[in-house]
């Protein structure tokens, strides 16, 4: 069981805001296969006042999509408080707030990641979204700006002083901003993090591409919970395998191809009836590079998918490689 405010979950395992990827689609599928919240995309703050923001399908919201955490990213308090209070119209019940992110035109711009070396700004934004809004809200932090641990300070200074000013809980990634995504994930800042702050809900993240690497990392690092991202793209099934790890069921075996053809199918449907055809085939190549991984002729089906320019393609290249697999 996990609470982050008034949001009670089975299982401790949430699907991570992931840009480009979290989008109603993949948040409708990791729902299915068991996750209880799941993130929307970073939306940037000044973004959200606009209706038309919400018309496109990146940033879609479906009613039955309940709880559903929204994320904002910005660094003017005032904004950002008012960005959290049409989340909450919206219908998100619970707003985190991006001091993460480590892409150089949102650096630039002194949002996301740069908050991890300026917790003066960090503190004033979350308090004024802290006063704003009555959902639950939670910041998505790294572990440092640089890599050498030299600024650790300001993360300990945003940890404690979100703590005493109400945060619901602390998300995670173990990695410093300069890192952006190399190395290793560090799951003993975790640990600290946990020791330090015992009675504050900690998400970790980081690297969890399977069960039993959610089963380690929060045995060792003792974190009440994690999210995962990069190991759900087109990887539902983990959310399966957990809900049965947490549970003590009996692991399903493995999907068969069928069943991952079954899944890609429903997946590209359901994108190609968000976004204009031509957008919806490019754009679910990425998700298919990654269902492909449990493919026996990955490279094959593929170059075969990659290929693709319409959807009728898309549908042809799953039912060929997927469904009369013994035949290629
Ligand atoms: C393509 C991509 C997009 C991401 N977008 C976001 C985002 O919008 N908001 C966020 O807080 N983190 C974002 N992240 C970071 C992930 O949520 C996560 O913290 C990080 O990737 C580590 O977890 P993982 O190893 O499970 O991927 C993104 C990561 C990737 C790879």
């Not at 979204?129 to 300070?153: F, G, H, I, M």
């Not at 075969?304 to 959807?311: E, I, P, S, V, W």
Request: charged share 25%; glycine share 8%.
């Amino acid at each position: 069981m996990l609470k982050i405010g008034d949001i009670q979950l089975k299982m401790p395992v949430l699907q991570s805001a992931i840009s480009g990827y979290s989008d109603v689609v993949m948040r409708r599928l990791a729902r299915q296969f068991g996750v209880e919240l799941t993130f929307s995309p970073v939306m940037l703050d000044k973004s959200v006042a606009y209706r038309k923001f919400w018309k496109k399908p990146a940033f879609c919201l479906a009613d039955d999509e309940k709880p559903i955490g929204g994320q904002i990213v910005g660094a003017d308090p005032q904004t950002m408080a008012a960005a959290a209070k049409v989340l909450v119209e919206k219908g998100f019940d619970l707003v985190d707030l991006n001091f993460a992110c480590p892409a150089p035109k949102v650096l630039r711009r002194g949002r996301g990641g740069e908050m991890m070396r300026n917790s003066k700004l960090a503190l004033e934004i979350f308090q004024r979204v802290r006063s704003a809004v009555q959902v639950p809200v939670t910041l998505k932090l790294r572990t440092s700006y640089y890599e050498n641990d030299s600024e650790r300070e300001h993360f300990w200074q945003i940890c404690a002083g979100a703590i005493s000013g109400g945060v619901d809980a602390l998300i995670v990634h173990g990695r410093a901003v300069e890192q952006r995504y190399r190395g290793k994930a560090d799951w003993e800042v975790l640990a600290q993090v946990k020791q330090r702050f015992n009675d504050t809900v900690i998400l970790g993240s980081g690297d969890l591409f399977k069960a039993d690497d959610v089963a380690d990392e929060m045995r060792l690092s003792g974190v009440d919970g994690v999210v995962i991202a990069r190991g759900a793209i087109g990887n539902p099934w983990i959310f399966r395998e957990l809900t049965e790890l947490f549970n003590g069921d009996e692991p399903t075996p493995p999907p068969s191809v069928t069943e991952v053809g079954q899944v890609l199918l429903q997946h590209f449907n359901m994108v190609a009836d968000l976004y204009p055809e031509h957008k919806a085939v490019v754009y679910f190549r990425k998700f298919s590079a990654n269902y492909c991984r449990r493919h026996p002729k990955r490279k094959k089906v593929l170059l075969a998918l990659m290929a693709c320019k319409t959807a009728e393609q898309v549908r042809g290249e799953i039912e060929r490689w997927f469904f009369n697999f013994e035949n290629n």
